[in-house]
Every structure is written in structure tokens, then in C-alpha cells.
């Protein structure tokens, strides 16, 4: 199973090292692990972030089995008919590919994020009883193959602590204002300085909350957590914040959420949690983005911010990402469970999120964090 590919700058235009030379037959021989970028960087010859049917048929040529047939793989996963294979198209189809069949397994996962005890009635107590989600949660869960619990796991000094802030411990970008007499107010955005992990960019400063080890970085008692369940740590490095369950604010690190889906052979993903417009956004667009059919379920999920909701779901539908209820949610994970669909229709499915980069992008909190920087709120 190949994994889906991390965000990370675009790699040299040829791979490191001696450069084996592939030959039909031999499934990417030239590299051990090739992600969409890897391929994108030896096959996208024009640069133009696309694959023409002509570099496409190369990519087939030399890097698939040798009975593959370009054109008719072409025809499965140029589902828009553009005459071109995107990242996102490649994404889904390397997770999928297999030179025995032309059909896909479809494979649900639950992702609940950051139901934990801060934000329900810690630190960053929810205005919208956001207690009521755990037994919704609770009453799905088994109708998917797959659940992951993703926790922000904060240093107890992390860069998105007002308190970390005010203390003077968070490195701030040349040119930023001083802190203010009184200190910086909650949900202050301040411009972080650049160093070797990431770029220079804003920062929502919150209440110190889901500290590693702590109680508010627990989950709340009552809800089912299961030994076989995975468990993703995000936020935890102090420098950058982590709102998506995939990647960090910055993309400059994921957090290993693809790699643990894909291997696992899942192709339908599912987030639930806290919060709607900042985290549960942020990981469902970067869960399309990665070539997932991806969906939110709205009554296992609370905002932070209610008049925020009808532009956030204006977003994700421009994205692809669907919203849907705990009952239509758990209906389709059992519908999907070891059903097989062809290749084609699992592609068109991906092929509705194709706006989710740019949604991302464009989004009020970004994969890059940007947001309009304001002093002292």
C-alpha cells in the first residue's frame, strides 16, 4: 500500500543519490517510497503542477507493472476530463492502485478530534454544551473500520499560550509591537519569528490548555476509548500550533494521521469533534486535500464561534466536504464495509474535492496560519 504524501517543499527534480534507471515491470524502482511529490518532481517536466496525458503515460510506462494500460488508467482518474492528472487525482490513485484489479475496498475511519476535557468544561470550556457529543460519538463509533482519537498534547509553554506570551516566552517576528501594558488579551494574533522548523507566521493566542499530561488533556471519562484505536499528538512541538489532525499550521510537519490511514487501506474519512470551524475544518480540508473522500458530522461536532458556522459550511462545500448527520455518518460506514467499487467511481468521488487546496488557502484559518494579525484585542 502506498502511503499518501506529506506537504513538504517541492523535492530537487531528481531524486537523491545515484539514479537508478526504471524499467517496465518494477514498481517504482528508482525510489523506495515515492509520494505524489516525488512523482509530480520526476514526471511533471513543464512544471505546471499537472501531469499531461503525455508525462502521465511516462509515469505508467516506466514506473507501473508492464501490462498497465496508460490510457485507460488516464480515463479513471482524469475525472473531470481535463486532459491532466492533479496532485489531489494522483494522490487518491496511488493509495488505490493495484495491477490485479480495477476496483477499490472501500474503508471508513472515524476521526475524533481534540474531544478533550479543556474544551468541554476546562480552560476552553465550549459555549455550546459540547458535552452532548460524547454519547453521540459513543453511539457511532462502531459502524466505522477504523476510529483515531487526535489530542492536542501542548508543552506546557507553547507558542499559542497567552500566558507563554505575557511571560515573554514566545519569539516574536522583528517588527512586531511590544507587549502591551496589561498584557496581551485572549485570541490576540501576533506574528511569530521564523526559525528552522518554520516559516514566519501569525498566531492565535488562547488560554493555556491541553498541556501534556494534564487533566484538560484528557478525554473525558465517558468517552469509549478502545486500546486498538489510534492516537494522534498534535501542537506538540512549542514553536507551532497544530490545528488539522494531519499537519501542523505551517505544513512544515504532518503528524503521521495519512500515513496511519493509508496503511491501513482506508478510503472514506469521517472527523467529528472540537472544534467545527477551527480544528474539525482545518482536518477535514486537509483530509480532502490528501485525496480522501472526506466528511464532517455536524451533531458530533460544536464551534467555538456559532455566527462562524455559515461561512465555514459555505467553505467546505466549495471544497467537496460533505456534512452530515451521526445517523447518515454510521448508515454509510456500514453500507461501505467491505464493499468494492471501481476504481473510476471511488476517483469521481475524490474529484468533487478538488477545490480543497485552494479553500485551504483561502480559508480565514489557513494551512498556513494566516490570519489578518490584530493588536491586542
Not at 468541554?120 to 482519537?149: E, H, S
Not at 456500514?334 to 477545490?355: C, D, E, I, W
Request: charge should be negative; hydrophobic fraction near 40%; glycine fraction near 6%.
Amino acid at each position: 500500500m502506498l502511503c499518501c504524501s506529506a506537504r513538504k517543499p517541492k523535492p530537487p527534480a531528481s531524486p537523491a543519490g545515484p539514479v537508478v534507471k526504471a524499467t517496465p515491470g518494477t514498481l517504482f524502482s528508482w525510489l523506495a517510497k515515492p509520494t505524489a511529490e516525488d512523482i509530480f518532481a520526476r514526471y511533471d517536466a513543464d512544471g505546471n503542477g499537472v501531469l499531461s496525458a503525455d508525462e502521465f503515460a511516462k509515469f505508467v510506462e516506466e514506473a507501473l507493472p508492464s501490462k498497465a494500460d496508460a490510457t485507460a488508467l488516464m480515463d479513471s482518474i482524469d475525472v473531470d476530463h481535463s486532459g491532466a492528472v492533479s496532485l489531489l487525482e494522483l494522490r487518491a490513485f496511488l493509495r488505490c492502485y493495484s495491477p490485479q484489479t480495477d476496483s477499490v475496498r472501500t474503508k471508513t475511519a472515524l476521526v475524533v478530534i481534540d474531544v478533550q476535557n479543556d474544551f468541554i468544561t476546562g480552560t476552553m470550556a465550549n459555549p455550546y454544551d459540547a458535552k452532548r457529543i460524547v454519547p453521540v460519538i459513543n453511539g457511532m463509533r462502531d459502524a466505522f473500520d477504523v476510529v483515531v482519537i487526535s489530542y492536542d498534547w501542548h508543552p506546557f509553554h507553547h507558542c499559542s499560550f497567552v500566558e507563554s506570551a505575557n511571560d515573554g516566552e514566545v519569539a516574536l517576528a522583528p517588527g512586531a509591537p511590544p507587549i502591551p501594558e496589561g498584557g496581551y488579551a485572549r485570541q490576540t494574533v501576533v506574528p511569530l519569528r521564523a526559525d528552522a522548523d518554520r516559516p514566519e507566521h501569525n498566531q492565535v493566542l488562547f488560554p493555556r490548555h491541553c498541556a501534556q499530561g494534564s487533566w484538560g488533556a484528557q478525554c473525558p471519562e465517558n468517552l469509549r476509548v478502545l486500546p486498538s484505536d489510534g492516537s494522534i499528538l498534535k501542537g506538540s512541538k512549542p514553536n507551532i500550533d497544530s490545528y488539522s489532525a494531519f499537519y501542523d499550521n505551517c505544513q512544515a510537519n504532518d503528524t503521521g494521521l495519512c500515513e496511519m490511514l493509508a496503511s491501513q487501506g482506508v478510503t472514506h474519512v469521517y472527523c467529528c469533534g472540537l472544534v467545527l470551524d477551527i480544528c474539525v475544518k482545518a482536518s477535514a480540508l486537509h483530509g480532502a486535500e490528501a485525496g480522501f473522500v472526506t466528511a464532517i458530522i455536524e451533531d458530533a461536532s460544536r464551534p467555538l464561534n456559532q455566527k462562524a458556522v455559515p461561512g465555514v459550511k459555505a467553505e467546505l462545500s466549495e471544497a467537496g466536504v460533505r456534512l452530515v448527520s451521526s445517523r447518515t455518518a454510521a448508515a454509510e460506514a456500514r453500507a461501505a464495509r467491505g464493499r468494492s467499487v471501481p476504481l473510476k467511481h471511488y476517483l469521481l468521488q475524490v474529484g468533487t474535492m478538488k477545490n480543497s487546496p485552494k479553500v485551504h488557502r483561502a480559508s480565514s484559518i489557513s494551512s498556513h496560519g494566516a490570519l489578518p494579525v490584530q493588536a491586542g484585542v
